[in-house]
């Protein structure tokens, strides 16, 4: 089933979304920190986003800090991943996840239809999660891991 967004969502104004600069690690890890999310070894965090097939960050263009993540592996036949999902506490952060999932799930139907979409993502994501049309723990399977 592909994705067809209800609305455009609009970020708040000072806020961008970036596809071009890939934050550092060090960034990612105080982000999924914030979200109460593991973090992981730098290295192997960087290589990670580096070899993503694409990510999306939300930063604010005063001070260029990161407020939210996601990057996408794919097969791009069959499945596609999103990984780290992530956006900063506060008043903003369900309007930063549904943002993300947006932006990612347009890219994803137009360059890789037909995939099969599977997420990593904290807990304060899954209201954003629901209303972007997935369903949260289906059949009671509850945790597929990968160490990085």
């Known amino acids: 089933m592909q994705y067809f967004s209800k609305k455009r969502l609009v970020l708040p104004g000072g806020y961008f979304i970036n596809t071009s600069k ?23 965090l960087s290589e990670a986003i580096q070899k993503s097939n694409f990510f999306f960050s939300i930063q604010n263009k005063l001070n260029n800090r990161l407020y939210g993540f996601v990057r996408v592996t794919s097969d791009k036949g069959l499945n596609a991943n999103l990984w780290n999902l992530s956006a900063a506490t506060g008043n903003n952060q369900g309007l930063f996840y549904s943002i993300l999932l947006q932006v990612t799930l347009e890219k994803i139907n137009r360059e890789m239809p037909g995939c099969s979409i599977s997420v990593q993502a904290p807990t304060s994501s899954f209201k954003s999660l629901e209303e972007s049309g997935f369903i949260l723990d289906p059949n009671g399977i509850r945790v597929m891991g990968y160490k990085l």
């Open 22 to 44: 890939i934050p550092s690690a060090k960034e990612v890890n105080r982000l999924l920190a914030n979200c109460g999310c593991d973090t992981f070894p730098i290295k192997p």
